[in-house]
């Protein structure tokens, strides 16, 4: 356990009811938070309200209560609809204030284009009695800086472009010198092979809440992120706590550990089979081509992904690689047998040093008791001989797709020995 530490914290709040009902992605709040963290400064926590006055005053209410610093964006529009400055100051217990010199420059936007100014555009200009402008060099809505109970609030424009502009040229200046006398250091260990419960359970004591370092787990489509958040006062010791904590990590979970940052399973067994000058081939039945798509779309993959055959027919897999179709008809396309001579036939054909193939029922339809939907068999082919597994895998027909071409992934990468 390291020192404790008070670190400064920070919240983010995102304005608009667009972001509430499916048709807009809130890709502002995940830049913020990424932004922060580098900064030194973790996100305790995330809001996103509707443009509703009411709903976003109790929003800074909580933010606040968490955090240090609260970086809000959205409703600094011209609309009725864009109530963030008449929330804050209601929040800051104010009326709003008329800028001129904002006024001026909103005026002067328009003019250089040669539009008239809207009337409605003058509201723009106007900011809780006591705030801080926060310049806005390619739009016409200024930013808000206000402070109460010792949390700095910097409210931003919704529009990315805008947003980031501002974000980098003046709120985050303020914040590395608010948290000058901090320093955080986040890992990231990428894992697939077992689920979110099981390595929790691995990991035992090391993800107790109010620990120094933090150690948090999540998951999507199969691959389970492990992140380490060690803070301190000094960098060299935030380093060397998250150093310490990740030796820890990948003892107790061994070869599940994949890679690390933002690796993926194709870019790691890609970098191996290029380091060992080998080749793989695919032959892909269920998945449709997504096991290729993910080896391609890793840059420079064709040193060592020559070429890969979508068969989802059985005529093809007898045609183009070589099946028995008496195997298919005693055994079924999705079938152990089926798959082993799927991925002999395409190494073969392609003379590579490996091969991966997939057969199964992706679903909704077509499966059975004997065989339901979700079911996959992937063979490994080597020189050394082929290796068959089977999988059930749930949820959509997406996701199967999904998790089985990334399994074929991980099952080379154990071959290769990553």
């Given at each position: 356990?390291?020192?404790?530490?008070?670190?400064?914290?920070?919240?983010i709040?995102s304005?608009?009811?667009?972001?509430?009902n499916?048709?807009?992605v809130d890709?502002?709040?995940?830049?913020?938070?990424?932004?922060?963290?580098a900064?030194?400064?973790?996100v305790?926590?995330t809001y996103?309200v509707p443009?509703?006055?009411?709903?976003?005053t109790?929003?800074?209410e909580?933010a606040?209560g968490?955090a240090?610093?609260?970086?809000?964006?959205g409703?600094l529009g011209?609309t009725?609809d864009?109530v963030?400055?008449?929330a804050?100051?209601?929040f800051?217990?104010?009326?709003?204030?008329?800028?001129e010199?904002q006024?001026?420059?909103i005026?002067?936007?328009?003019?250089r284009?040669?539009?008239?100014?809207?009337?409605?555009?003058?509201?723009?200009?106007?900011?809780?009695?006591?705030?801080?402008?926060?310049?806005?060099e390619?739009?016409?809505?200024?930013?808000?800086?206000?402070e109460k109970d010792?949390?700095v609030?910097?409210?931003?424009?919704?529009v990315?472009?805008?947003?980031?502009?501002?974000?980098?040229?003046?709120?985050?200046?303020?914040?590395?010198e608010?948290?000058?006398?901090?320093?955080?250091v986040t890992?990231?260990l990428?894992?697939?092979?077992a689920?979110e419960?099981t390595?929790a359970?691995?990991?035992g004591?090391?993800m107790?809440?109010?620990?120094?370092?933090?150690v948090?787990?999540?998951v999507?489509?199969?691959?389970?992120t492990?992140?380490?958040?060690?803070?301190?006062?000094d960098?060299?010791?935030?380093?060397?706590?998250?150093?310490?904590?990740?030796a820890?990590i990948?003892?107790?979970?061994?070869?599940?550990i994949y890679g690390?940052?933002d690796?993926?399973?194709?870019?790691?067994v890609?970098?191996r089979?290029?380091?060992l000058?080998q080749?793989?081939?695919?032959?892909?039945s269920c998945?449709?081509?997504?096991?290729g798509?993910?080896?391609?779309?890793i840059p420079?993959?064709?040193?060592y992904?020559?070429?890969?055959w979508?068969?989802?027919?059985n005529?093809?897999?007898t045609r183009?690689?070589g099946?028995p179709?008496?195997?298919?008809?005693?055994?079924?396309?999705?079938s152990?047998?089926?798959a082993?001579?799927?991925?002999?036939?395409?190494?073969r054909?392609?003379?590579?040093?490996f091969?991966l193939a997939?057969?199964?029922i992706?679903?909704?339809?077509?499966g059975?008791?004997?065989?339901?939907?979700?079911?996959?068999y992937?063979a490994?082919?080597?020189r050394n001989?082929?290796?068959?597994?089977?999988f059930i895998?749930?949820?959509?027909?997406?996701?199967?797709?999904l998790?089985?071409?990334?399994?074929a992934?991980?099952?080379?990468?154990?071959?290769?020995?990553?």
């Amino acid at each position: 356990m390291g020192s404790e530490v008070q670190i400064k914290k920070a919240g983010i709040v995102s304005i608009g009811n667009e972001l509430l009902n499916g048709r807009t992605v809130d890709t502002n709040a995940a830049y913020i938070a990424r932004r922060l963290v580098a900064t030194g400064v973790p996100v305790v926590g995330t809001y996103g309200v509707p443009d509703e006055q009411g709903a976003i005053t109790r929003a800074l209410e909580l933010a606040t209560g968490q955090a240090d610093v609260v970086v809000i964006t959205g409703g600094l529009g011209p609309t009725d609809d864009d109530v963030t400055r008449q929330a804050m100051a209601e929040f800051l217990g104010v009326e709003l204030e008329l800028h001129e010199d904002q006024l001026a420059k909103i005026r002067g936007f328009f003019d250089r284009r040669g539009v008239p100014m809207s009337v409605n555009n003058a509201i723009q200009a106007h900011l809780p009695a006591g705030a801080r402008v926060i310049e806005n060099e390619i739009g016409t809505a200024p930013g808000i800086e206000a402070e109460k109970d010792g949390t700095v609030m910097f409210a931003l424009p919704g529009v990315p472009a805008e947003m980031e502009r501002m974000l980098e040229a003046s709120v985050l200046p303020q914040v590395r010198e608010l948290a000058r006398f901090q320093a955080l250091v986040t890992r990231r260990l990428k894992c697939f092979g077992a689920g979110e419960s099981t390595i929790a359970a691995m990991l035992g004591d090391a993800m107790q809440r109010g620990r120094n370092p933090l150690v948090n787990c999540t998951v999507q489509a199969g691959v389970i992120t492990v992140e380490v958040v060690a803070t301190s006062t000094d960098r060299d010791q935030a380093e060397q706590m998250a150093a310490k904590e990740e030796a820890t990590i990948r003892r107790l979970l061994g070869r599940l550990i994949y890679g690390q940052g933002d690796q993926t399973l194709a870019e790691v067994v890609g970098e191996r089979l290029a380091q060992l000058h080998q080749t793989v081939v695919v032959a892909e039945s269920c998945t449709g081509g997504l096991l290729g798509k993910l080896i391609t779309d890793i840059p420079g993959s064709s040193r060592y992904f020559p070429c890969g055959w979508i068969t989802y027919g059985n005529e093809a897999k007898t045609r183009d690689l070589g099946v028995p179709p008496e195997l298919i008809g005693t055994y079924g396309a999705v079938s152990e047998q089926v798959a082993g001579a799927m991925a002999d036939g395409a190494r073969r054909n392609a003379d590579a040093d490996f091969a991966l193939a997939v057969t199964g029922i992706a679903g909704p339809d077509g499966g059975t008791e004997q065989k339901p939907v979700g079911l996959v068999y992937i063979a490994v082919s080597s020189r050394n001989g082929t290796d068959i597994s089977r999988f059930i895998f749930s949820h959509d027909r997406s996701l199967v797709r999904l998790r089985a071409a990334q399994t074929a992934l991980d099952l080379l990468r154990l071959r290769l020995g990553i």
